[in-house]
């Protein structure tokens, strides 16, 4: 059911609203995950987060694939599309990267990581959590995705960006 009161507002102040909504979203991710991580340590907090990620990047790519209509083997396109519409897609600078047999997708400024650097904390080792987020997210846009990851932290061989993730298509 639609909030009657979200009628009331511009195109640009939603938009503004979605942002805000975005920032919200990923900071009750990062309490919840703060927490944890403190009172239980990193291997549990990131244990619990795997696990999080499983479900929710399901779900939030089902979500968009039925807002943009997008078959079941939509490919690269599918894949693009989807991506940009992601919540980090309201916050994170990005970019996608395409060839005729790939797509890239760097993150070129992570929020979480900034977030963490400004804190003093050290950075969130995000690769373990990131092949699930990023490879089922593409697997449910289309099952023939292949994503492997080519920088991540903790594993870090490209210091341009904080991640990035290429994807292509298993032929069958």
Same mark, same amino acid.
């Given at each position: 059911m639609m909030n009657p009161y =979200? *009628?009331? $507002? &511009? %195109?640009? *102040?939603?938009i503004e609203l979605? *942002?805000?909504?975005? %920032?919200? @979203?990923? #900071?009750m991710d990062g309490l919840w995950f703060q927490r944890f991580e403190k009172c239980y340590g990193m291997d549990v907090a990131m244990e619990n987060n795997c696990k999080v990620w499983e479900s929710f990047t399901v779900i939030? #790519?089902?979500k968009i694939m039925k807002f943009l209509n997008l078959p079941e083997h939509s490919g690269f396109d599918g894949l693009e599309k989807a991506l940009k519409l992601r919540f980090y897609a309201n916050f994170s600078k990005d970019e996608i990267i395409r060839t005729e047999d790939s797509l890239t997708y760097r993150m =070129? *400024?992570? !929020?979480v990581q900034h977030a963490r650097e400004r804190k003093g904390m050290e950075f969130h080792p995000c690769k373990s959590v990131g092949i699930i987020e990023y490879g089922d997210f593409a697997k449910t846009i289309d099952n023939r995705f292949e994503t492997e990851c080519l920088t991540c932290f903790p594993d870090? !061989?490209? %210091? &341009?960006?904080?991640? #990035? @993730?290429? $994807? &292509?298509?298993?032929?069958?």
């Open positions: =979200l *009628e009331n $507002f &511009t %195109k640009e *102040e939603l979605i *942002e805000i909504y975005s %920032k919200n @979203w990923l #900071a939030e #790519a089902k =070129l *400024e992570c !929020r870090v !061989r490209d %210091k &341009t960006c904080h991640c #990035a @993730w290429k $994807f &292509t298509i298993r032929e069958k």
